[in-house]
């Protein structure tokens, strides 16, 4: 019994549960050829045969000729707590004419005064660089069909160290206990962003306990940059299949003021998700429930900045990212919370 339960275990809250491909025995990537890995950066030189493809088949990447494609990693960064004025140093790329070329995060954190809308996108567990920057572009290929023509986007792939460690439990505490580090990585770049300039923050599963963790520490730590958070007018979240305790946006606990630095928060929860009912392993005294179950539980005065809807109809019991991708009634959800409380008509995507 103990085991058939560490094997369900072993697929909670990475983005492929259940699809055959994605296991321990898939086979590892071919390289890609010595003159296009040299125009990669470092992290970004691993991506293999099958992700290279999937770039080329990304058609809508050249559709939307004023968009921009980021790619900021976190890899190399060790798991320790980081304030909003220490010196960090972001691995920054930047896709160009389908290759990606290093870039330096200045040039990415002064590079939004056009009003593009800069949408980070953070991936879950178990998800190796070159998977998290196919997913990255999948994501845009198919957000980018709902979002209107005329408004540009700068699509930042988040790439944070979530690769299968051994051991079932061991991973996933040691890969919440990252994302709790990683999401002040995240809050640092934030708070060298324009504050006034529109940004959308979108995660799935751990990728959005990322998410949460930043807005908190972005409005309980000082900008570097700017006078203050508060000045930020246009910051909206959408949550996917949340990794996070229900109660953590309640006023007073560990996210309390996530909502402080937003102007709303979409949360798509699946109460059929099979594996994330077992959110409750990651602690065996407390036992949480999952938001991305149960919702917001708990009381705030920011609870009224809170979209919640429930994919369960088209998703049923599965915890798989790509799904949600493939889902017209997801997609247009991501898009509207990306956009804002007042989104311009969405674009009726073109399959």
């Known amino acids: 019994m103990a085991l058939a339960i560490a094997t369900c275990a072993a ?9 055959p491909g994605h296991g321990a025995e898939s086979a590892a990537p071919e390289s890609l050829p010595a ?8 992290e970004a030189a691993s991506l293999g045969t099958a992700a290279s493809t999937a770039l080329e088949q990304e058609s809508c990447l050249s559709s939307r000729p004023h968009d921009s494609i980021w790619c900021i990693s976190t890899r190399s960064l060790p798991c320790h707590c980081v304030t909003l004025d220490a010196d960090v140093t972001l691995r920054c790329s930047r896709r160009v004419d389908g290759r990606w070329v290093a870039a330096a995060f200045e040039d990415f954190a002064g590079g939004n005064s056009d009003g593009s809308l800069t949408c980070i996108v953070i991936h879950g567990n178990r998800i190796e660089n070159s998977e998290a920057i196919r997913e990255g572009l999948l994501a845009y290929r198919r957000i980018s069909a709902y979002m209107p023509e005329n408004r540009p986007l700068r699509w930042v792939i988040w790439s944070w160290p979530s690769d299968r460690e051994h051991g079932v439990l061991r991973d996933l ?6 994302a709790n580090s990683e999401a002040k990585y ?3 770049a934030l708070a060298r962003l324009d504050p006034h300039a529109p940004v959308g923050l979108l995660g799935f599963s751990f990728g959005a306990r990322i998410t949460t963790g930043a807005l908190h520490e972005l409005a309980s730590g000082a900008p570097t940059s ?7 007018p246009e910051r909206n979240a959408v949550l996917v ?19 402080e630095s937003v102007e709303t928060m979409t949360l798509i929860n699946n109460h059929c998700d099979a594996l994330l009912r077992r959110y409750h392993w990651l602690d065996r005294f407390r036992e949480p429930e999952a938001l991305g179950v149960v919702g917001a539980s708990g009381r705030s005065p920011l609870y009224t900045r809170l979209r ?3 994919a369960c109809r088209q998703l049923g019991k599965t915890h798989d ?3 949600y991708l493939n889902s017209t009634v997801q997609l247009r959800q991501m898009a509207a919370g990306l956009l804002g409380p007042n989104p311009a008509e969405l674009a009726t995507a073109k399959r």
């Open 226 to 232: 700017h006078e203050t958070v508060a000045a930020l």
């Open 186 to 188: 995240v809050a640092w």
């Open 308 to 310: 919640q809807t429930d």
């Open 11 to 19: 697929i909670v809250w990475s983005g492929y549960a259940g699809r």
């Open 35 to 42: 003159h296009e890995a040299a125009a990669l950066p470092e």
């Open 321 to 323: 990212w790509e799904l």
């Open 173 to 178: 505490r040691s890969k919440a206990a990252r």
């Open 241 to 259: 299949a949340a990794a996070v305790d229900s109660d953590w946006l309640a006023a007073g606990h560990p996210h309390g003021r996530a909502l």
